[in-house]
Nanobody
Framework: QVQLVESGGGLVQPGGSLRLSCAAS????????MGWYRQAPGKQRELVAA???????DYANSVKGRFTISRDNAKNTVYLQMNSLKPEDTAVYYC?????????????????WGQGTQVTVSS
């Protein structure tokens, strides 16, 4: 069983930055697809960013140019650098991973999920 542990969430003012980390319990060399999702109260969970083993990335339109996903294979960790944060970025952010890159109905499929970390953007 793969465990994913997120950290780095918190309260930040609009325009500020946060960096989320997702530490995996196994080598992420074997996790060919890793991603960050978020879910705001009363809204569906949505993909924020994804990164594959060849470092290809994919972003939601709402975060392009502001968020950057990256992976450090030596530390078995995936990061989400979030800049120019807006109140609408407020949500619980979840890390997700899969050993294979699978797409169904235009969406990535993931097998493993973290517990989530709260990000609140407010003045």
């Amino acid at each position: 069983q793969v465990q994913l542990v997120e950290s780095g969430g918190g309260l930040v003012q609009p325009g500020g930055s946060l960096r989320l980390s997702c530490a995996a319990s196994i080598s992420i060399f074997s996790l060919n697809n890793m991603g960050w999702y978020r879910q705001a109260p009363g809204k569906q969970r949505e993909l924020v960013a994804a990164i594959t083993s060849d470092d290809s990335t994919d972003y939601a339109n709402s975060v392009k140019g502001r968020f950057t996903i990256s992976r450090d294979n030596a530390k078995n960790t995936v990061y989400l650098q979030m800049n120019s944060l807006k109140p609408e970025d407020t949500a619980v952010y979840y890390c997700a991973a899969a050993k294979l890159i699978r797409i169904t109905g235009g969406s990535y499929e993931y097998d493993y999920w973290g517990q989530g970390t709260q990000v609140t953007v407010s003045s």
